[in-house]
């Protein structure tokens, strides 16, 4: 598949996906649409393309965490590269005070207190801000203690109306999935909720820009955000250093610096849909059942060496004796219509009215010589199953066989078969 067509089918599934998703949604309410639909539009889809959904989230949909990657749409709409470990999107300081102009949502705090606590709380050197004359909620420098530039930023955030929001973003994402060295996460002492991970701004690691991240979930549901790279800019920047400046421990000292605490109260609250309360996700199988009934479905001769995955989404590495390979699938009983996505080559319709969808291409996240066989199905009721298989056991680590241990037929089978539809939802 050429560049240009995977940048075509790219986009015609963000596309698709988003409107599916963001049907529920007032027209009027443009911040809860964003917030709200577009968020789990995106995570969908970076699980997709991380191989959970069969190409997760990137997205890499998708902070640290469920999504695993940035916002594909910036504030104001447009699209937005992605990160390993990207905050989640609520708008980012504009680099200019624009009274009664700002995008919905936007927090005012001025860059230049929120540098003053980022200085405060960090080892000395050299600083160099974006914007300090602007207002926002984040705040982007690059810092310079004589052994290399290095890019910093830090962001505050709610993150969201109910005890389990955000707690995504501060959990360690599957390494089947997401490329990273080191992670730890868990509780603090006085309730808070802490992350620390040692990652890359890019799935391939031939690229070595080394993107460290903490993140700090308050029992208030505030997340304080930093993410520091070994180059003086997340992208597009030339490795200025072996490893980003700050250690996991003074990268802790920084989110959970109180300074940001009287900053962080300056949010505004996030918006509501009228009459709903906070939007939930749509219903979906647990990740129990999800993966149970795919071990159920495999073939005879293959054995399972791990497994994972959330509520509507699983994966299993499987292994014939030929070498592992990656099996995902993704479970979306409420797709709504993706008539779109199901045309050109491969397509075929079944006498029910299902459309099945079956393509072979090369991997998307570095991995050398790893192939991507995907069967998509949706029913005319809007019920849809991805089924992907590689060779190789994770996307961004080279092939470790010829072919993907389950045949195109095999996935196909699993896709379509009834017991999907029989799962409870939650």
Request: glycine residues 14%.
């Amino acid at each position: 598949m050429s560049q240009n067509e995977e940048t075509r089918r790219f986009e015609e599934e963000l596309g698709a996906v988003l409107r599916s998703t963001g049907d529920g949604f007032a027209a009027d309410d443009r911040r809860e649409l964003v917030a709200g639909g577009l968020q789990r539009g995106r995570r969908r889809l970076v699980r997709r393309r991380l191989a959970v959904t069969g190409g997760v989230l990137a997205l890499a949909a998708v902070g640290i965490g469920g999504a695993y990657g940035g916002s594909l749409l910036g504030p104001g709409g447009p699209a937005a590269t992605t990160s390993v470990a990207a905050p989640p999107q609520q708008g980012r300081g504009s680099g200019a005070a624009h009274p009664g102009k700002e995008p919905m949502g936007e927090a005012t705090i001025p860059v230049k207190d929120l540098a003053a606590v980022l200085k405060a709380n960090t080892p000395a050197g050299q600083w160099q801000f974006d914007n300090l004359d602007g207002t926002g909620q984040s705040v982007t420098g690059v810092y310079d203690d004589g052994h290399g530039k290095a890019g910093v930023s830090v962001g505050l955030y709610r993150a969201g109306g109910t005890p389990e929001s955000g707690k995504d973003q501060v959990t360690c994402p599957d390494q089947a999935l997401v490329p990273y060295d080191r992670c730890t996460a868990g509780r603090l002492s006085g309730g808070d909720r802490f992350m620390f991970i040692e990652g890359y701004e890019y799935p391939d690691k031939r690229v070595e820009t080394k993107n460290w991240r903490a993140v700090l979930l308050t029992k208030d549901g505030i997340l304080i955000d930093a993410s520091e790279y070994n180059a003086a800019a997340e992208k597009d920047a030339p490795i200025s250093r072996e490893d980003p400046p700050f250690s996991g421990t003074q990268l802790k000292d920084l989110v959970t610096a109180e300074a940001w605490r009287p900053l962080a109260a300056r949010l505004p609250q996030l918006p509501k849909a009228p009459g709903t309360g906070e939007q939930r996700p749509p219903a979906a199988p647990s990740a129990a059942a999800v993966q149970a009934t795919l071990r159920s479905l495999l073939p005879k001769g293959v054995t399972v060496e791990s497994h994972g995955g959330e509520d509507g989404h699983g994966y299993v590495v499987v292994d014939d004796g030929k070498g592992p390979s990656l099996v995902g699938i993704d479970v979306q009983p409420t797709a709504g219509e993706l008539d779109e996505l199901f045309t050109g080559e491969g397509v075929v319709t079944l006498p029910d009215g299902t459309k099945v969808k079956s393509t072979r291409q090369p991997g998307e996240k570095g991995g050398e010589g790893v192939v991507w066989w995907n069967v998509d199905t949706l029913t005319p009721q809007g019920f849809r199953v991805v089924v992907s298989a590689f060779n190789s056991p994770a996307q961004y680590k080279d092939a470790t066989r010829d072919e993907p241990a389950l045949t195109m037929e095999q996935l196909k089978t699993i896709a379509l078969s009834p017991k999907w539809h029989k799962l409870p939802l939650k």
